[in-house]
């Protein structure tokens, strides 16, 4: 049956569905990341797995689509694809550094979204223009730069991060793309201390949005939340890793049913437990069971 139905036809009633449970974004991180579905292939013995984009709208904990793409490489096209059926005015759209791309930036600010993305190596000369210039500012003490420090502590280890925003003095004269509305950069330096081992790391971001570095860590700080409210618990909750789906159309739209699941179990909050509990809650007892579907949707 989960064979027969079209996965792009499925996913498009998932994302009407959601549209009306969605409140404003405006202000509000939309991370983008994607998952591979490591046991669903298309036969067995291809090792060929299906990998999905998803556009989580982070502080409302709600998927607003997703869609299956080629492999990493595939979340380049597929974002302003899936930005095209979207709603995020105001929104400030996330993505890790697979997204950081100029084309992407146009196609969030087409949506009338803002953006802080991740910013590593792969994109070379903006990278190392933005290195360049972080390196001249940290010269003179970081003097005049916006400065906002996280510490966190707990499980035996100590995070301290320091985000530093200035106004990007310019692009790459070798820049031959255009980034649309791109005003800040971004650096972030963070220490963490565990078992008396220390190790310290840098990161890049940059951003349309003006220098202020407690609003560039809320975004970078709440984007991650992608992986442990989404994926982590999609993994641990939905046990989408372990289901071995052969056929493509019904591992497409498998993944898509288990999204309407694990939505409906998000909003229900009368019960306090883990995903996974709620679900044999859900088996067990039919009250709860229609008081899970209805939901967010209907009185009961």
Same mark, same amino acid.
């Given at each position: 049956?989960? +064979?027969?139905?079209?996965?792009?036809?499925?996913?498009?009633?998932?994302?009407?569905?959601?549209r009306?449970?969605?409140?404003?974004?405006?202000?509000?991180?939309v991370?983008?990341?994607?998952?591979?579905?490591?046991g669903?292939?298309?036969?067995?013995?291809t090792g060929?797995?299906?990998?999905?984009l998803?556009?989580?709208?982070a502080?409302q904990?709600?998927?607003?689509?997703?869609?299956v793409?080629?492999?990493?490489?595939g979340?380049?096209?597929?974002?302003p694809?899936?930005l095209r059926?979207?709603?995020?005015?105001?929104?400030?759209i996330?993505?890790?550094?697979?997204?950081?791309?100029?084309?992407?930036?146009?196609?969030?600010?087409a949506?009338?979204?803002?953006?802080?993305?991740?910013?590593?190596? +792969?994109?070379?000369?903006?990278?190392a223009?933005?290195?360049?210039?972080?390196?001249?500012?940290?010269?003179?003490?970081?003097?005049?730069?916006?400065?906002? &420090?996280?510490?966190d502590?707990?499980?035996?280890?100590?995070?301290?991060?320091?985000?530093?925003?200035?106004?990007i003095?310019s692009?790459?004269?070798?820049? &031959?793309?255009?980034?649309?509305?791109?005003?800040?950069?971004?650096?972030?330096?963070?220490?963490?201390?565990?078992k008396?081992?220390?190790?310290?790391?840098?990161?890049?971001?940059?951003? +349309?949005?003006?220098p202020?570095?407690?609003?560039?860590?809320r975004a970078?700080?709440?984007h991650?939340g992608?992986?442990?409210?989404?994926h982590?618990?999609?993994?641990?909750?939905?046990?989408?890793?372990?289901?071995?789906?052969r056929?493509r159309?019904?591992?497409? +739209?498998?993944?898509t049913?288990?999204?309407?699941?694990?939505?409906l179990?998000?909003?229900?909050t009368t019960?306090?437990?883990?995903?996974?509990?709620k679900?044999?809650?859900?088996?067990?007892?039919n009250?709860?069971?229609l008081q899970?579907?209805c939901?967010?949707?209907?009185?009961?």
């Amino acid at each position: 049956m989960l +064979n027969a139905l079209d996965p792009v036809e499925f996913e498009r009633q998932f994302r009407g569905w959601v549209r009306a449970l969605t409140d404003d974004l405006a202000g509000q991180v939309v991370a983008i990341d994607g998952k591979t579905l490591r046991g669903a292939v298309d036969r067995a013995g291809t090792g060929t797995a299906m990998h999905l984009l998803h556009v989580w709208a982070a502080e409302q904990q709600l998927l607003l689509a997703h869609a299956v793409v080629d492999g990493a490489g595939g979340e380049i096209p597929g974002i302003p694809a899936l930005l095209r059926f979207l709603d995020v005015r105001g929104a400030i759209i996330t993505t890790d550094a697979n997204g950081c791309t100029a084309p992407i930036t146009q196609a969030i600010r087409a949506a009338e979204a803002d953006y802080v993305l991740a910013l590593k190596g +792969n994109r070379s000369a903006l990278h190392a223009h933005v290195v360049e210039a972080f390196a001249a500012v940290e010269a003179t003490g970081y003097l005049d730069i916006n400065t906002h &420090q996280t510490i966190d502590t707990g499980h035996g280890r100590v995070e301290d991060r320091t985000f530093r925003a200035m106004a990007i003095p310019s692009l790459p004269p070798t820049s &031959q793309v255009e980034w649309a509305d791109l005003a800040t950069i971004v650096q972030v330096d963070r220490v963490r201390t565990a078992k008396g081992a220390t190790t310290v790391e840098r990161q890049y971001f940059v951003s +349309n949005l003006p220098p202020d570095a407690a609003e560039m860590a809320r975004a970078v700080r709440t984007h991650w939340g992608v992986e442990n409210q989404l994926h982590w618990v999609l993994d641990v909750g939905m046990n989408e890793d372990a289901c071995r789906v052969r056929d493509r159309n019904s591992a497409a +739209n498998f993944a898509t049913i288990k999204r309407f699941v694990l939505a409906l179990l998000k909003r229900e909050t009368t019960v306090k437990r883990g995903i996974a509990a709620k679900r044999r809650h859900a088996g067990w007892d039919n009250d709860y069971l229609l008081q899970v579907l209805c939901c967010g949707v209907l009185e009961i």
